[in-house]
């Protein structure tokens, strides 16, 4: 099953953009249009904040945006807030009923 | 609202076995499918398995065949996790989240479990 590479970090200051990418294969993010992205705070569960590599769940504020070229996915946050300061992860079905996740990024909001 | 709540943290010895419980409420049980992911201290999550609540149908992940162990109780609307033969390196916080309709994402997760793996 798939482990997907993200950056361990990125940082930026409120009201800039940032964009972690995630990469892997053909046979997940390339292969299939099944990436999610998740936000964790430290003790806390992950929150579905992208899913179907551009959609928001409602709640998810607009700020967030979800693209996809070839085997990278990326998450970008623009008029970035204290709140976003997080963990973030990204996750691709691999067929099979199988899926990987990202190793995760820290945003940190300078 | 969709809630999952997870039974309690554990602390377990190199070799027990640990299962936890993930009772689901807020929707129809059997329409959407169960995974289980864990997250280890300071890494990023790890798919674990997932099971079909509908016919039982399981599959999991390549590492574990062989000491996880997951089913469902559809008259309770409880999904378990069964990891077996413990080693250290199993310590970690399990969480279960429920699986859209198309299969694409895991918008639901419980609380988290911490299972301790230590003599």
């Known amino acids: 099953q798939s482990a997907l590479t993200q950056p361990r970090s990125v940082s930026g200051s409120p009201g800039q953009s940032v964009t972690i990418s995630c990469t892997g294969t053909s046979s997940d993010i390339g292969g299939y249009d099944y990436v999610s992205w998740y936000q964790q705070h430290p003790g806390k569960a992950p929150k579905l904040v992208i899913y179907?590599?551009?959609?928001?769940p409602s709640g998810v504020p607009d700020r967030f945006s979800g693209s996809k070229s070839g085997n990278t996915a990326s998450l970008t946050i623009s008029g970035l807030q204290a709140e976003d300061e997080a963990d973030y992860y990204c996750?691709?079905?691999?067929?099979?009923?199988?899926w990987g996740f990202g190793g995760g990024t820290k945003l940190t909001v300078l | 609202q969709v809630k999952l709540v997870q039974s309690g943290a554990e602390v377990k010895s190199p070799g027990a076995s640990v299962k936890v419980s993930c009772k689901a409420s807020g929707y129809t049980f059997t329409t959407y499918n169960i995974g289980w992911v864990r997250q280890a201290p300071g890494r990023g999550p790890e798919w674990l398995g997932w099971i079909s609540t509908k016919s039982g149908s399981t599959n999991y992940v390549q590492k574990l065949q062989g000491r996880v162990t997951m089913t469902t109780e559809a008259s309770t609307s409880i999904a378990y996790m069964e990891l077996r033969t413990l080693r250290s390196d199993d310590t970690a916080v399990y969480y279960c989240a429920r699986l859209d309709r198309s299969g694409s994402s895991w918008p639901d997760w419980g609380q988290g479990t911490l299972v301790t793996v230590s003599s």
């Open positions: 179907d590599v551009i959609k928001r």
């Open positions: 996750c691709s079905y691999a067929g099979s009923y199988t």
